[in-house]
């Protein structure tokens, strides 16, 4: 059982999940992995403030070492009809031109990106303003410069969510700066946010602030939710003499002295001309089993349909957590669990130390989200895709062990998850994919998925998950390079991005694969397009990735400029590149790196944070360009 407090799921239980520690045969790949029991635990509640406080206090003692707390989560390498209703009246009742939207993992589940488009207007968020574009008149229609916003802010330190006519800007990277001045401890991040009323001019209608760094939102329906990642407000004195054990007590008695105020996120919202402030409430805040205090999980809640944004409505995990996946009723929270033992460094965790801890949380409602269960799986996740709802399951795609060096101990293993109850349950797993290598990507379609792994070789695996309880490797294909991003293409194609290499593994350049998986069998490569040494940002984000199915057209950033490509049934051929005017500062003529692309009617939109350029998707030939800077 666990310490004082109001167990929100009571208990702790264990689940077969495989490891390889400790194995004296190994399964044949694909077969079902032999079980291994790994703990799983619910969330608990505090009973007050003190008892919050004695826990984070007990927990931070164990995690810090003489250098205080050694990072975070190990980092892998790299619409609801509400909602649809809303957008609707906003706009007017006709319906606006075709137009692509953001490339999201699930449907109904938008992701905040830096532009958006509804096909009557595009709206992009760079260097802290926010432009609204016409794409009939190809003019400017608003500008809004944000509170805070200075030219030259890196490309993604601004992110947007469009609902109808209002937009809810995400800004990150930004200080803290605390509302009570008296309160000791060091400059921390900050994560903004602005609501943004589009109906005439841009107009600012409500602000909030709050202390954390912001690691994703989703919008379903009308509500969006925003996930923010805080570390505790401690400051440990720098001792350049003495033994490491000196240091680790002098970094104790700094936690000891700490108020609960040190943990807890601080918040300020705006609207018109009133002003308020918080903080994250004790009763607002729960735990895993096993935490270590050096870090809290805020899922805030905003109505993009109200005036303002208010406070958030926040739900706290004394947790940590480094991926966000959701989908339209559901939200999760992913992450590696702290190492057992203080003082391990992260990039090399034991295997004992290579287990992710899943939150689920029921976001089909609007306003606060509902704590449903928790479950943990071995290995650790690529990112988002790596897992996948569907038919009542989560499937979660892992890889386990050590990658890199001359034993090359490492393989991975999609599990499939049951709720029951208050825990995630693995009910069935395939497992021996990829030894000695790591998941580059992964790919769910309903029943299916495609995994992909690498180290010299890119094996890319199909698999069949229609039986949660008797998941199956049904075919392999083994080619060089790997796919680090997959997308589904009509009749029964995938389509990956990624690198070619050599036999040995080594890199040389940006490569798109054509995949027939007809047959799950037997997946085979169709067509492939190479540039030798060059590289794309859709290898580790999927925003950049746009593909038009009416004409078949993939467009996907290659270095600075765009690259467009045609798909058909079994072949890839391009189309052209499509650049942005070179800009001069006083130290440099510089081509501007072209992010995102878009399509409206018959018209390729690209953007950079200099501006966007229409083009002909047939032709790649430019027919205008719209400055933003």
């Known amino acids: 059982m666990t310490r004082a407090g109001k167990v929100i799921v009571a208990g702790s239980i264990l689940t077969t999940l495989t490891l390889l520690a400790g194995s004296t045969s190994a399964p044949a790949p694909g077969r079902p992995t032999a079980p291994v029991m790994v703990p799983v635990a619910g969330l608990v509640s505090f009973d007050s403030c003190a008892d919050a406080l004695t826990e984070l206090r007990a927990a931070a003692r164990e995690a810090v070492g003489p250098y205080g707390f050694e990072g975070g989560t190990l980092l892998s390498t790299r619409a609801a009809a509400e909602g649809r209703a809303l957008a609707k009246g906003a706009l007017g009742g006709s319906a606006p031109p075709d137009h692509s939207t953001t490339n999201n993992h699930e449907a109904g589940a938008d992701e905040p990106d830096v532009v958006k488009t509804d096909g009557r207007r595009i709206v992009t968020v760079t260097g802290g303003g926010l432009r609204v574009i016409d794409p009939v008149s190809r003019r400017i229609t608003g500008r809004l410069d944000l509170p805070g916003g200075k030219a030259g802010a890196y490309w993604g330190s601004y992110r947007l969510l469009l609902l109808g006519n209002r937009a809810l800007v995400l800004a990150e990277g930004t200080p803290f700066v605390a509302v009570d001045r008296s309160r000791p401890g060091p400059s921390t991040e900050a994560a903004r946010l602005f609501l943004v009323d589009l109906t005439g001019a841009p107009a600012l209608i409500g602000t909030y602030r709050i202390e954390g760094g912001l690691l994703d939102g989703r919008l379903t329906g009308t509500t969006a939710r925003v996930v923010i990642r805080s570390t505790p407000r401690l400051e440990f004195p720098y001792v350049p003499e003495g033994s490491d054990r000196a240091r680790t007590r002098q970094n104790r008695a700094v936690i000891d002295s700490a108020g609960i105020e040190s943990w807890l996120p601080e918040y300020e919202w705006t609207a018109g001309n009133e002003r308020h402030t918080g903080r994250v409430d004790c009763d607002r805040l729960s735990r895993p089993e096993r935490m270590t205090g050096t870090s809290v999980l805020t899922v805030l809640s905003f109505d993009l349909g109200a005036d303002r944004l208010g406070d958030g409505d926040p739900v706290s995990v004394a947790a940590d957590a480094n991926t966000v996946y959701g989908t339209p009723n559901s939200l999760y929270l992913a992450g590696q669990q702290p190492p057992r033992k203080p003082g391990l460094l992260r990039w090399r965790p034991g295997l004992r130390d290579q287990v992710t801890e899943i939150f689920q949380f029921d976001t089909a409602g609007s306003g606060r989200p509902r704590y449903l269960a928790s479950g943990a799986v ?67 379609l309903g029943p299916v998925a495609y995994v992909v792994t690498f180290r010299q070789t890119d094996p890319l695996y199909s698999l069949d998950l229609s039986d949660p309880a008797a998941p199956r490797m049904t075919g392999e294909l083994k080619i060089t390079g790997y796919s680090a991003y997959l997308h589904p293409l009509p009749d029964g194609r995938l389509l990956g991005v990624g690198q070619e290499a050599d036999g040995q593994g080594r890199t040389e350049g940006v490569q798109v694969s054509l995949f027939d998986v007809r047959d799950p069998s037997r997946p085979t490569r169709l067509d ?62 510089l081509r501007p790196a072209v992010h995102r692309a878009l399509m409206i009617g018959d018209l390729l939109w690209t953007v950079s944070d200099a501006g966007l350029r229409a083009s002909d998707p047939v032709t790649a030939r430019s027919l205008d360009w719209i400055p933003t800077t």
Do not use: C, M
Not at 419 to 438: K, N, T, W
């Open 378 to 444: 071995p290995g650790w996740l690529i990112n988002q895709y790596a897992l996948s709802e569907w038919d009542g399951h989560l499937r979660v795609a892992t890889t386990l062990g050590e990658v890199w060096g001359d034993e090359g101990e490492s393989e991975s293993t999609v599990r499939v998850l049951r709720r029951d109850g208050g825990f995630l349950v693995s009910v069935g797993a395939v497992g021996g994919l990829g030894r000695g290598e790591r998941i580059y990507s992964v790919r769910y």
């Open 528 to 589: 492939q397009w190479h540039l030798p040494r060059g590289w794309s940002t859709a290898e580790y984000d999927p925003h950049a990735f746009l593909h038009w199915p009416a004409t078949g057209l993939v467009v996907l950033p290659v270095d600075a400029g765009v690259r467009l490509l045609r798909v058909d049934a079994d072949k890839i051929s391009e189309i052209g590149q499509v650049t942005h005017p070179v800009t001069t500062t006083d130290r440099a003529r």
